[in-house]
């Protein structure tokens, strides 16, 4: 019975990797998911999470802007994506971002996108009908052998990078005055990471799609947080859970037709995170009845 | 008859308005555009000046799934903006918020929550299938197709949000400004931050039926930020707001109806130059004003 399930998987699996679209969707999946989680944990760390939240709105501007004066989506996304980061990094985004600034420049980017929009579905009688679908929410199955190769080649790239900044960086992240004594250069470091980020979420929008990508960052990244302390640890546990949500959601979707890859991707990151903060909050409980459980009821001197 | 000739523009600007008015969609556009415009700018002033932008944010996409929810279920949208903005207005009101290192936590979570309730409006299209040509108009709004029937609706359910806000604009300007004080006034600064929290959900539902779940920002943050920029008397910044707010929403359906692009683009378009220009308008006086103070200053 288990020898027949055991054989019943294997031929899945074999069935799984016998689809073209399935291995170019899990080639790119895991290189972008890796990539994502890497780079999110930094995000996270730095608390910039809304600079990926402005990069969406600039990727879905910019991959609808390169089809509509014809040129490959791909160009004007990473374009996009990469000024507008080293963008932000040069303008500085320490502490809370002006909500009012990004909210308005971002409202009218995305703007920009719907214009294009409507220039590349009413001027192209040969255009994709879906291409906005598919930079919104991605198509991780659609995409070709060359562009998952690219995709791919490209993350692992986005993960060597960040590997080599990061001790650094991570230096800079927890306390930018000392390693800024200490000789690091901080505000560069701070320019090339968000860079950094752009290329990340030009990778993510074609896995998940531009509105998505900051789920695909936040959520991993914001689970190995809660999850350690440890930053290597998280570091690395960011990339697994990413790449396990990325396999999961891909597999969920090739099971069930009717849900989109995106979706099943989301879902699971969400569930990942939901999981962390279980396991984090029964930890920090029976932290608490350890300290209680102490030298009986002792009275502690008031703070103040 | 006139009706088949595509819109022109000419000098005779009567005669335009005339043109625009013809069709009765623009004219229940028109209606729907301005109820949403003074709502969402009214209630905007408030959220801008409460800093919780990113509050109206979240909202606005969580309309999304909530929209793309109740057309797969065969209901109309407006059901499904309200229920899941002021469902989801609860709960953020029920989170706490976190300061400090919290914050880097806070906005990952929000982060995830964003992406997720954007996965599940993609579910819900993808469900109803043959639907995705929809999916522009639940994300960059459209005044095509607004029934009489809705125009009554959002008229009724703005006006309550605005009475609403009527009758806790006083207290709530004052915790607004001065959460502390206000509390030790005895003002119930838990209570009204609810309460304005669901106010702000109806508005969000209200603006994304319009403008879209994306661009809902058009209408609910520009005018504000906008009016706050122009004076910080609140009496005169609500009434700035609700003007910029009406000038946007009319330029945008305006210009759209004799124009190619979307209305959204242009909404946006409009929204954007008139923040821009009061940025700088305010500028250029802040710094003369500054020069004739350094020149009475240095005058003997």
Redesign the interface.
Known sequence: MTAALVLAAGSGIADLFAHPFMRNALLAGTAIAAASGLVGYFV????Q??S??ALSHVAFAGALGALAFGVDARVGLFAATILVGLGLGAVGTRG?PD??VI???F??I???G??F???YT?SSSTGN??A??NV??GSIFGLSTGEAVAAALIGVALCAAVLVIARPLLFASIDEAVAAARGVPVRALGIVFLGLVGVCAGEATQAV?A?????????P??AA??LTDRPWLGLGLAAVLAVAAMWIGVLVAYVDG???P??S???T??AI?LGAYAVSRVRTARAVARVGRGPAHRTWPDPA | MASDVTPQLSWNLVHDVQQLFEFHFMVNAFRAGTVVAVVAAAIGYFM?LR?Q??AG?TLSVVGFPGAAGAIWLGVSASYGYFAFCIVAALLIAAVPHGRGRA???E??????????A???G??FV??YAGF??G??SL??GSFLGITDAQVVALLAVGCGALLVLVVIGRPLLFASIDTDVAAARGIPVRALSVAFLVVLGVAVAEASQITGS??V??LL??PA?TAQRLTSRPGVGLAWSVGLGLLITWLGLGISYYA???V??????V??AV?VGVQIATRATGARAARRRRTLAAAP
């Open positions: 996270v760390l730095r608390s999470v809304f990926g939240d809370r909500d009012v909210g308005t420049v409202t009218w995305l703007g920009l719907v214009l929009l409507s220039i009413t009908g879906a906005n679908v919104l929410f799609g509105l998505l990508l900051v789920g695909l960052i936040a959520a990244a914001g947080q809660r009717d849900v989109p995106s979706f991707i989301m879902a990151a969400g995170y | 801008v800093q932008t990113f944010h914050f880097s936590e906005s990952a979570v929000i982060g995830t929550i964003q992406a997720f954007l996965a599940c993609f579910l993808s469900l995705l040509n999916i522009d994300l960059f994306l661009l920002f058009a943050v520009v930020a190619d692009y979307p959204g683009f242009w909404t946006t378009s929204a954007f923040y």
